[in-house]
């Protein structure tokens, strides 16, 4: 059984600093390229990131250029998202995600 456990999200003040973590089991997780995708308020779902299967290459969506890095560790079957700079538009729900599967969410509050 897949299993997408997302942790580390909280309140932080604007310009703020937080790294998500998503814990991944029941699958071979250095076969998959990985994403994170959020859900602002009363919003659909947004991508926010990807990275490939070794972590060489990654990709950001242009709100979170500059600002946010994905990264994974293979051997402890984990994603990360650190994230830099945070706006109140941050804040949201954050998922992470391998093919149709998806964790429960980390809860990102950005504000003062």
């Known amino acids: 059984e897949v299993q997408l456990v997302e942790s580390g999200g909280r309140l932080v003040q604007p310009g703020g600093s937080l790294r998500l973590s998503c814990a991944a089991s029941?699958?071979?997780?250095?076969?998959?390229?990985m994403s994170w995708v959020r859900q602002a308020p009363g919003k659909g779902l947004e991508w926010v990131s990807s990275?490939?299967?070794?972590?060489?290459?990654?990709y950001y969506a242009e709100s979170g250029e500059g600002r946010f890095t994905i990264s994974r560790d293979n051997a402890k079957n984990t994603l990360y998202l650190h994230m830099n700079s945070l706006k109140s538009e941050d804040t949201a729900v954050y998922y992470c995600?391998?093919?149709?599967?998806w964790g429960q969410g980390t809860q990102v509050t950005v504000s003062s």
């Open positions: 029941g699958f071979t997780f250095d076969a998959y390229a």
């Open positions: 995600n391998v093919l149709n599967f």
């Open positions: 990275i490939n299967w070794n972590g060489e290459t990654t």
